[in-house]
């Protein structure tokens, strides 16, 4: 009888034996690329994805992390559909992140790291535990997400400068109505003023009404 494969998380937790990391990263991948294509309503540009939905109590964690996110990102006004494959990654990989933990805290008591393997010729040796090279990767892959949606006080505030930059020139990429006729700039919705920051106004000019005889 063939061996029943492990699920993506449990495979992660002990460092992909078997060399079976390509497919479950893979895995995953589709699974982003399928929640960047699903439908969403205009009121709530974040559904929670189909993949986690089907199995809602194996990807429990995701899903909580899922709805912690979306909150947000739509009170920073930040409601792009197209944040959602990112977002899918993200909240997958946190979990395959406090699941590595868990089986590190279960396999090395204590605290450690590492534990004891014995060998063929019955000796043993010491070695650290799987978890600890895929957590890093993981840890890798978190900090550019969290960067790249600024959910670290420093991205944040990186991010909201550029955003303050954007509705002092009447570019609002985020969930934001394109000009009016006239001219008119459309309301930055959830900026106060032109610059409520005072970050990139202090050093504008006016431009010139026309050039020099």
């Not at 993949?51 to 899922?66: D, E, S």
């Not at 409520?196 to 026309?210: R, Y």
Request: hydrophobic share 35%.
């Amino acid at each position: 009888m063939p061996r029943r494969k492990d699920d993506p998380l449990l495979q992660a937790a002990k460092g992909f034996p078997g060399r079976r990391r390509k497919k479950v990263e893979a895995e995953l991948e589709a699974a982003a690329e399928a929640a960047e294509k699903q439908p969403a309503p205009i009121d709530d540009p974040f559904p929670v994805p189909e993949l986690f939905k089907k199995a809602p109590a194996y990807w429990k964690q995701a899903t909580q992390v899922w709805q912690q996110c979306a909150a947000v990102l739509k009170a920073a006004n930040r409601r792009r559909p197209g944040y959602r494959a990112a977002l899918t990654r993200y909240c997958i990989w946190t979990q395959l992140y406090m699941s590595s933990a868990e089986r590190l805290r279960k396999d090395c008591p204590n605290g450690g790291t590492t534990y004891k393997q014995k060998l063929g010729h019955g000796d043993t040796t010491i070695r650290t535990h799987p978890s600890v090279d895929f957590m890093a990767k993981a840890e890798t892959a978190l900090r550019l997400l969290d960067a790249e949606f600024g959910f670290t006080p420093m991205r944040d505030q990186d991010l909201l400068k550029v955003e303050s930059f954007n509705a002092s020139q009447g570019k609002l990429p985020f969930d934001t109505p394109p000009a009016r006729a006239g001219g008119a700039k459309p309301d930055p919705t959830g900026f106060a003023g032109s610059d409520p920051m005072d970050l990139m106004n202090e050093s504008d000019s006016v431009p010139p009404t026309g050039l020099p005889n």
